[in-house]
């Protein structure tokens, strides 16, 4: 049984909100879910990023947490292991400071007492190319549809460069 603390949740979510890169892998992450049909099961829509996303090599990992009452249907899971993602669903409690009322509520150091709630994590192992695919499709910008392909073979081939233009306007 593993044991989240409140704390540690709140800094994994700064940690994020900090650094665009990590919130356009979640974004990339919630469209995969929603791309394979996930939030079809009873749940999975209600889950909170507790730790990640974590990159390797090969492999995204995030966890998300549900209440101990509120179990994401574990036949959502098998959808993403027919892409290649390792689920896997674990029991957990949560600790959260409660607010002192009266000093029965401090513990012998002074701090908090701390609440247990029952929860479940679940976490998933996304292979990394799925995250990294988003760059191979097409992009709105205003009411145009641009591929994000030919926006790069364009790149490439020097056609953002002033040079070529102003010799073929020549």
């Known amino acids: 049984m593993s044991e989240l603390k409140h704390d540690d949740i709140l800094d994994n ?43 390797s090599r090969y492999w995204l990992h995030i966890k998300l947490m549900y209440p101990y009452m509120g179990m994401p249907d574990p036949k959502a899971g098998l959808r ?37 709630d029952k929860i479940w994590t679940v976490d998933i192992w996304m292979p ?4 990294d695919e988003y760059t191979d ?14 926006l790069n073979d364009a790149y490439t081939s020097g056609l953002d460069d002033n040079t070529n233009i102003n010799s073929q306007e020549i």
């Open 13 to 55: 979510l700064r940690d994020v909100n900090k650094n665009n890169t990590l919130l356009d892998i979640l974004m990339e992450f919630e469209k995969i879910l929603e791309d394979t049909g996930m939030y079809a099961y009873k749940n999975w829509d209600t889950g909170e990023i507790v730790e990640g996303p974590n990159l």
């Open 80 to 116: 993403l292991e027919k892409i290649g993602c390792e689920v896997k669903f674990n029991k957990g409690v949560l600790k959260t400071s409660i607010v002192p009322k009266s000093p029965n509520d401090l513990d012998s150091d002074g701090l908090p007492k701390l609440n247990s």
């Open 137 to 150: 499709e097409q992009i709105k910008v205003g009411s145009e549809e641009i591929d994000v392909s030919d």
């Open 128 to 131: 990394r190319k799925y995250i």
